[in-house]
């Protein structure tokens, strides 16, 4: 028998025959993707939806649909959104990320601009303007396509989300663009938007007493961590932030550990344990105990 990747499988045979529409970028990916299923579910379109977190409306991290539409979130390590060939893509940021698989930004960025390349003829790209800086826009793509882009100046002023935070802003500016191509509602769109309560481990409460609220959050690279930060001070302002990291793989935090101090600017504590290896195994010459000496504020405890 052949043995193939899950996203070979999902390109290949689940993907078949259907309007694909991808969600890839650094951070921001499985949000996103939610967002764009509960968009389409919610103007009857019955899309089958895949993406790396439960939804609490369907109780998992899929929806299957029998309508025209497939939403998936695209993942870049190993090249895996290469297996996809998406009508729609919404790419919400290129950051330097998978330092053990990519090596340098100019991988990853070369990562994105195949990925771009296979879009369907006619399709269209709605990504964030921050890309702009990285002039992949001005590459020679084989595909006729349209190019929209976002920023947070396209989130309406009287938009009250329940999901804190700029970033979630920028997501929620993402699905206004995608709404406006597909001819969807303003109203309906509105609606889905503001009854969003987000997704799981993504600042998902886990529970309260006497007045501290502990949250869950999947953040695992300094320009997340600062996001989730910065959107539990814009909740509780008033607040004392505590930060409890278990950091994910070797290779990420010790390639960016000089944006720790910034990206834990705003806590009045963080706590660091040992890192969780994951796929990686432990080099021996770095540990927790060398982000807490980067870090302001920050205590090691490995348990």
Same mark, same amino acid.
């Given at each position: 028998?052949?043995?193939?990747t899950?996203q070979?499988?999902?390109?290949?045979?689940l993907?078949?025959?259907?309007? $694909?529409?991808c969600?890839?970028? #650094?951070?921001?990916?499985?949000t !996103?993707?939610?967002?764009?299923?509960? %968009?389409l579910?919610? #103007?009857?379109l019955? /899309? !089958?939806? =895949?993406?790396?977190?439960?939804?609490?409306?369907w109780?998992?991290?899929?929806?299957i649909?029998?309508?025209n539409?497939?939403?998936?979130? #695209?993942d870049e @390590?190993?090249?895996?959104?290469?297996?996809?060939r998406p009508?729609?893509i919404?790419?919400?940021?290129? =950051?330097?990320?998978?330092?053990?698989?990519?090596?340098? %930004?100019? *991988?990853?960025?070369?990562? @994105?601009?195949?990925?771009?390349? *296979?879009?369907? /003829?006619?399709?269209?790209?709605?990504? *964030?303007?921050?890309?702009?800086?990285?002039?992949?826009?001005?590459s020679?793509?084989?595909?006729?396509?349209?190019k929209?882009?976002?920023?947070?100046?396209?989130f &309406?002023?009287?938009?009250?989300?329940? $999901?804190?935070?700029?970033?979630?802003r920028?997501?929620?500016?993402?699905?206004?663009?995608? #709404?406006?191509?597909?001819?969807?509602? @303003?109203?309906?769109? *509105?609606?889905? %938007?503001?009854?969003?309560?987000?997704?799981?481990?993504?600042? =998902?409460?886990?529970?309260?007493?006497?007045?501290?609220?502990?949250?869950?959050?999947?953040?695992?690279? /300094?320009?997340?961590?600062?996001?989730?930060?910065?959107? $539990?001070?814009?909740? @509780?302002?008033?607040?004392?932030i505590?930060?409890v990291?278990? /950091?994910h793989?070797?290779s990420?935090?010790?390639?960016?550990? &000089?944006d720790?101090?910034?990206?834990?600017? %705003?806590?009045?504590?963080?706590?660091?344990?040992k +890192?969780?290896?994951?796929? =990686?195994?432990?080099?021996?010459?770095?540990?927790?105990?060398?982000? $807490?000496?980067?870090?302001?504020?920050?205590?090691? +405890?490995?348990?």
């Open positions: 028998g052949i043995v193939i899950w070979e499988f999902m390109g290949k045979y993907h078949k025959d259907k309007q $694909v529409i969600v890839a970028g #650094a951070h921001g990916k499985s !996103t993707t939610a967002l764009a299923g509960l %968009l579910e919610a #103007a009857h019955d /899309p !089958t939806v =895949e993406l790396g977190a439960t939804v609490p409306l109780r998992a991290n899929f929806r649909g029998k309508g539409y497939f939403v998936s979130e #695209a @390590y190993y090249h895996n959104f290469l297996n996809y009508q729609i919404i790419l919400t940021m290129i =950051e330097m990320d998978h330092p053990e698989y990519f090596n340098s %930004l100019d *991988n990853v960025v070369d990562a @994105y601009r195949k990925f771009i390349s *296979n879009i369907k /003829p006619n399709g269209v790209l709605i990504y *964030n303007e921050t890309i702009e800086q990285f002039s992949i826009l001005n020679q793509f084989p595909n006729n396509f349209q929209i882009k976002y920023s947070i100046r396209d &309406p002023k009287n938009l009250q989300l329940q $999901v804190p935070g700029n970033h979630n920028e997501n929620a500016a993402a699905i206004i663009k995608l #709404a406006e191509y597909l001819k969807i509602d @303003y109203e309906l769109t *509105n609606h889905v %938007l503001t009854n969003f309560s987000g997704i799981g481990r993504r600042l =998902e409460l886990i529970g309260q007493k006497r007045g501290i609220y502990v949250y869950d959050d999947y953040a695992n690279h /300094p320009t997340s961590y600062s996001a989730t930060i910065q959107a $539990v001070n814009e909740k @509780y302002p008033e607040s004392r505590w930060a990291i278990e /950091p793989t070797f990420r935090p010790k390639a960016t550990l &000089p720790y101090p910034q990206a834990f600017k %705003l806590t009045h504590q963080v706590i660091v344990s +890192i969780f290896a994951s796929r =990686e195994t432990d080099p021996g010459d770095f540990s927790g105990l060398d982000i $807490v000496t980067a870090t302001p504020r920050a205590t090691y +405890i490995p348990e």
